[in-house]
């Protein structure tokens, strides 16, 4: 169908900013469901306040013509409440749609369904898909043309089954808007149309903001013009947001024109550069799922359930799973396609969570990140009890989509749970997300005291028991009940539960490396990773005796992969960045201090009584040359908890490094008054501290070293 049929340049439409729709008689209703939902006639908006009302009339919009049977929009938009209540608000709505609609006949009725009649309704988003599917150049550009915002934007509607149906289609049309306007962008550039080209490139960057293909075609264009400055630029911010993002490089093609543009010559524009090839093995990458219950204290079943579905794909030999997305608030999560791109994978599962009491609904989604096309989609409406069986049907239907073969291997361990009691996968859940906040200690007796409940609800769930091991660890810098043996303890009963869990060997190691046995402790994190090559202690810790052994290399490559196992973890990073230094590998140290920096910066924003996180960051900042803002993180941390021994050594470090030694060697003596166990730990690690290095020679510091071994 030509543009002609479609869209006339002077047909009315009540939006302002909107490209116009086909000219109607004054009868006809004009939608927009491409940005804010927008409802009106010739004469201007139509009132329509309900959200539920709004979200009807949206529905039936998205297909003019197509009758929806009333069971299924009472089931969409009120099916948490009994049949009949929502059969009678569903009533309600259309009562209230024909009331907002006098005078416009485009809403159809009968006893089973509702429909809007295509020749009384224009919608910008049915034009947009017809656009498309014309596949003209005009008709294309009209069609972005009318692309004003994703679909529906900013309607909220507390219907789970709503959202997922528009959550699906917002996708469905961005991953159109960009696939167009990524054609639109190489046309215009062999047309040699660069103003045209710079448009549609800053357009395709608003909707994917970590497209390189449109990054890189603006920083040519900056080039050409002479405009260098403008285009390092470009290149420099999208260099930091796929580090904050996804943590990842630029493609090599994006880094080749930065480095041609640097030297001052601009390669030809050609064709777009070849994409690294990727794993011989169908590449999977897993988003977050989304918590979509309103209930931000179900965050961690969200987290949770993603983390095992990665660990049930990771058990298919046949699929290559890369690293994952956390969720983070330092930035917005990427786009479906942005993040596979980055992460050069093939195929993205994205999904959602909404928990309410027992019952749970999980969404997932599996898309082609080459042509944006959903290979496949699928709503779980489950009891926590069938939890288990929801994660196996996901992978086993991945697999089958994918057409990998399963082998017999795969089926075991992908069926293999490491409990049956959902109520103790629930609490172990919940332990888990506090234990990830990080080393405040009231999280952590909080994480402990949930494993400790999902362990008396299953008295044969290993990873409890390593969980808590691993809690002992971080807890014995100011806990005495948190001792050494019950470490051994516990982590031994996880390997008597179950001798392959990397987990527990990790928390064996743990447990070895707190009393100084760093070779054994290095042949459990060895186990550790050859098990479970994705689990971040394993490698975090066995980086740590590295360091102290002085194998400084080997600590990079282990802190550099700690880091991207947990990209929001700034300990690993600034370790990362400290063992850089030593090696004199200074800009891959600025890069992973600035890292650290930020985010340091965010933990504290979201918790602005982590202790830990501001003495922490004070010592990058005082690496870093930034003296009176380490001062005043350092000055606070201690107010914050003025008796966390781990916060008094950092912040020792810190006037260490800046020099301020008198107030460096009072906060170390205070530190090293800790519990044995930790004063132990924290000698060990003094010994081998770069920070301290201008201290080795001071008597005071001497005095106060041996003094603390002597304890």
Known sequence: MGKESLIREDAPFFRADAVALPLCPRSVLQIGLLGSLTIGDDDGPLDLPGAKDRALLAYLAASPGVPAPRAKLAALLWGDVPERQSRDSLKQAVWHLR????????????????????????????????????????????AIALYRGDF??????????????????????????????????????ADGRREQAAVTAQRLMSLEPLHEGACRSLMRIHAERGQRNQALKLFETLRQRLRETLDVRPEPATLALYDSIRGTVVPVAGPAERAPERATKPSIAVLPFANIGHDPEQDYFAAGLTEDVITDLSQISGLAVLASLRAHGAVDLPSAREAARALNARYLLDGSVRKSGDRVRISALLVDAESGAHLWAERYDRDMADIFSVQDEIARSLADVLRVRLQPGDLELMTTRPTASPEAYKFYLLGRSFYLRGLNRSSLRVARDLFARAMEIDPHYARTYSSVAICDYYLSMSDASATPESMFV?????????????????????????????????????????????????????????????????????????????????????LLAEESRVLGRMEAFRSAAARCLRCVEQEVKDHPDNAGAWAFGSNVLAMLGETERGEEWAERAVIIVPDDHLVHYNVSRTHAVLGRHDRALEWLERSLSALPAFRFRLLAWLKADPGFDTLRENPRFCDIVRGAELK
């Not at 907002?100 to 034009?127: F, H, M």
């Not at 997922?164 to 167009?180: K, N």
């Not at 740590?544 to 690993?572: T, Y």
């Open 152 to 189: 529906l934007e900013g309607l909220d509607v507390r219907s789970a089954a709503f959202e997922d149906w528009m959550l699906i289609e917002r996708q469905r049309l961005r991953h159109q808007a960009t696939d167009a306007m990524a054609a639109l962008l190489d046309r215009q550039f």
């Open 490 to 574: 516990n982590s031994a009963r996880a390997l008597e539960l179950a001798p392959d869990l990397a987990d527990a060997h990790a928390a064996k190691g743990l447990a070895l490396y707190g009393v100084g046995r760093y070779g054994e402790a290095a042949v459990e994190f060895d186990r550790a990773m050859a098990l479970d090559p994705k689990l971040f202690e394993a490698h975090f810790f066995q980086a740590r005796c590295c360091r102290l052994r002085g194998d400084h290399e080997e600590a990079v490559a282990l802190f550099e992969k700690a880091a991207e196992l947990r990209p929001d973890d700034f300990r690993s990073i600034g």
């Open 99 to 142: 009331k907002a609609l006098d005078g416009v006949a485009a809403l159809g009725t009968d006893r089973q369904s509702l429909s809007l009649d295509p020749a009384s309704v224009t919608v910008d988003a049915v034009a947009f898909c017809d656009l498309l599917a014309s596949n003209l150049p005009e008709d294309i550009e009209q």
